[in-house]
């Protein structure tokens, strides 16, 4: 049973749940979980571990507690104007969430065009001005100047859909 221990890892995060919200609850009083503490109800495991010195605590029966949150549960609205909305939100931070990344490869394509001009400039300040020194930083140049402008773009764009559900009943 010690192995794991002397392994370095953890014994483990205890067994099955028994009751509908063991572990999830959290304590008023200290934050801790609220889990079952005798037959007949939920209390804080602070105060049942280390006693009343450490937490107040809280206690209340399995009924009374399951009745309560099953109850909000079933009265949460979920019409389709609720779905939609939650539809649309989840639409909006995955949008932002794309876009996020896809602005970061290009502000970091835009750096290293940037790098590559200044590294062209100082070769042309050594050498001179060559035809092909002149065309590298030509299209370095320009493709920079066409990043600055997707990123522009970008960043005023409207979030579009990115589908249409099949159905619309729920």
């Known amino acids: 049973m010690a192995s794991p221990r002397r392994a370095g890892g953890r014994r483990g995060r205890g067994g099955v749940p028994t009751t509908l919200l063991g572990g ?25 571990d280390r006693g009343p010195a450490v937490c107040g605590g809280i206690e209340a029966s399995y009924g009374n507690v399951d009745r309560t949150v099953l109850d909000y549960v ?13 539809e649309k939100e989840v639409l909006r931070r995955a949008a932002e969430l794309a876009q996020g ?17 200044e590294r062209l400039t100082d070769a042309v300040a050594q050498m001179g001005l060559s035809h092909a020194l002149a065309e590298r930083l030509g299209k370095a140049e320009a493709e920079r100047d066409a990043l600055k402008r997707a990123r522009t773009r970008a960043s005023i764009a409207p979030l579009r859909r990115p589908f249409e ?6």
């Open 24 to 48: 999830i609850a959290r304590c008023g009083s200290c934050g801790g979980s609220v889990v079952k503490i005798n037959a007949c109800g939920y209390g804080c495991a602070a105060r049942k």
């Open 74 to 86: 079933r009265g949460v609205p979920t019409g389709p104007d609720v779905l939609a909305s939650i």
């Open 101 to 117: 990344d896809e602005v970061d490869a290009d502000r970091s394509r835009e750096k290293h065009v940037q790098r590559e001009i």
């Open 165 to 170: 559900p099949r159905c619309t009943r729920w």
